[in-house]
């Protein structure tokens, strides 16, 4: 087994060019900051890594694996013709929220909208990155250009604080197709902060995963079942 260690430092340094026009839509600062880039790495990570790296997985800390992570890789055989990453829906209406000026001005939108006919955005706590795919992708090297966010970020309303999760998803209401959608098992979140905060309503719509549970999600420190 080899273990390689990245400077963090080194590939924020590589990093910021590449993301500094996304921050300031995507990052919860009123700012640009150095520093918050790391929060968009899977975002360019193809860009940063050698070329001998086609595949990668990354995920959140907070997670508990409930079978081997290797059957993850599987997925990737699984990817639909010009998807380049498999990630989850977020399972809290947290983008029903943040569209909400969008959803009024197109009151027939999917956008926001749960699963299984919505678009309820994505959760990046477990995500694969076919990194020769997006390297090859025309079509997702584009959304990356600074002209092409602030596109997006005006025609959605759009402003966001989780990084990455945020560009995937407002990226994924415009070019679904770059996305292969994992099963709710592969990253369960646990999360209910938003039942509390004027969604119970719906809540359940968004948070319902059939199926045994391969990966749990305890995101905004929501704890873990114990075996």
Same mark, same amino acid.
């Given at each position: 087994?080899?273990?390689i260690v990245h400077d963090v430092n080194e590939l924020t340094e590589k990093l910021f060019p590449i993301v500094e026009a996304m921050q300031k839509h995507f990052s919860a600062g009123s700012g640009t900051y150095y520093s918050d880039s790391i929060f968009f790495l899977s975002v360019a990570m193809h860009r940063i !890594? #050698?070329? +001998?790296?086609?595949?990668?997985?990354? &995920?959140?800390?907070? !997670?508990? /694996?409930k079978t081997n992570i290797r059957d993850l890789f599987d997925e990737f055989d699984n990817f639909p013709e010009g998807a380049v990453i498999g990630i989850a829906r977020e399972m809290q209406p &947290? /983008?029903? %929220?943040?569209?909400?000026? /969008?959803r009024? +001005?197109?009151?027939?939108?999917? &956008?926001? +909208? #749960? #699963? #299984?006919?919505g678009l309820p955005g994505f959760n990046s706590g477990v995500l694969l990155l076919n990194l020769e795919a997006m390297r090859q992708s025309k079509l997702y090297n584009q959304v990356l250009e600074p002209t092409m966010v602030q596109k997006l970020t005006e025609? /959605? %309303?759009?402003?966001? %604080?989780?990084g990455d999760q945020d560009f995937f998803t407002m990226v994924g209401m415009e070019h679904p197709e770059l996305f292969h959608v994992l099963d709710c098992t592969w990253n369960r979140q646990l999360c209910t902060w938003w039942r509390d905060h004027g969604y119970s309503d719906v809540f359940d719509q968004y948070f319902k995963c059939e199926g045994e549970v391969k990966i749990y999600h305890g995101n905004c420190n929501t704890p873990i079942p114990e075996d």
């Open positions: 087994c080899q273990v !890594l #050698p070329r +001998e790296i086609t595949q990668i997985i990354q &995920v959140d800390l907070d !997670l508990k /694996y &947290v /983008y029903r %929220h943040t569209f909400w000026q /969008y009024r +001005e197109n009151p027939q939108t999917k &956008v926001g +909208e #749960p #699963p #299984p006919d025609k /959605y %309303h759009f402003k966001g %604080h989780l």
